[in-house]
């Protein structure tokens, strides 16, 4: 379902867990309004706030008792006809096809390899410690300004994650005759399901997503935490 966020909206409250906050960003960060995340999910990792805080948040989202972090975002232009807004990342992928995706990948007028493999992210620093990291990328501090390069599963072993000034402009070129059909998928949030020629254009957007904080972010602290949480979930045991 699509929010309806106008002028007179002060703030949104997300909550769920990550994949929801994900639907709503967009909209708020084109209109410039902070989004709070409260997590009532399993991983939890943009969100603010547990459940239980719920009540004492309020409070202080009320009295504006809070801080507001701006995270970079990128904008993906597909064949020059579609545009979105993305968070973490924006995935190149073969889809459903069986067939590997072979795509060139550019940073401005360089290339940086011809992808043949499963497909190819593009992740901001937010992004990496999701689908970038189970993809073998390397986890970047948020306050830091660029883009993420990853392939995804590569038969040319010697391709690996390249990080990018967040001014590149990265652009990703099916090669049409390799690959009859693929898919691009924006935050998992919007799935585009294409054929033959496509040209998806990446870029550091000029909205970003602007958080809700109450206290100072501890990065490394919360990532630590969250692997732990993570691999207690899936196996059940102390980590």
Not at 133 to 160: E, T
Not at 218 to 237: A, V
Request: proline residues 4%.
């Amino acid at each position: 379902m699509k929010a309806c966020l106008d002028a007179s909206i002060d703030a949104v409250i997300s909550i769920g867990g990550d994949g929801t906050l994900l639907r709503i960003l967009p909209e708020a960060a084109a209109r410039g309004i902070p989004v709070l995340g409260v997590n009532m999910g399993h991983t939890g990792f943009l969100l603010e706030t547990d459940g239980e805080d719920f009540l004492t948040m309020m409070d202080a989202l009320i009295q504006k008792k809070y801080m507001i972090e701006e995270r970079l975002m990128l904008r993906c232009s597909v064949n020059g006809t579609f545009s979105a807004l993305a968070m973490n990342e924006v995935a190149l992928t073969r889809g459903s096809d069986p067939i590997s995706l072979v795509a060139d990948v550019m940073a401005g007028d360089e290339k940086i390899y011809t992808i043949h493999g499963d497909g190819v992210l593009v992740s901001t620093p937010s992004g990496t410690t999701g689908y970038a990291l189970s993809a073998g990328g390397p986890v970047v501090h948020p306050a830091l300004d660029c883009l993420s390069v990853v392939p995804i599963c590569s038969h040319i072993m010697h391709q690996r994650p390249v990080i990018l000034p967040a001014d590149t402009e990265v652009r990703l070129a099916v090669r049409a005759h390799h690959q009859k059909t693929h898919q691009i998928s924006i935050d998992g949030q919007v799935v585009l399901d294409l054929s033959q020629d496509t040209v998806a254009v990446i870029s550091k957007a000029e909205e970003t997503a602007k958080f809700i904080r109450f206290r100072k972010q501890r990065f490394l602290t919360r990532l630590n935490e969250k692997q732990m949480e993570w691999s207690n979930h899936i196996y059940g045991g102390v980590v």
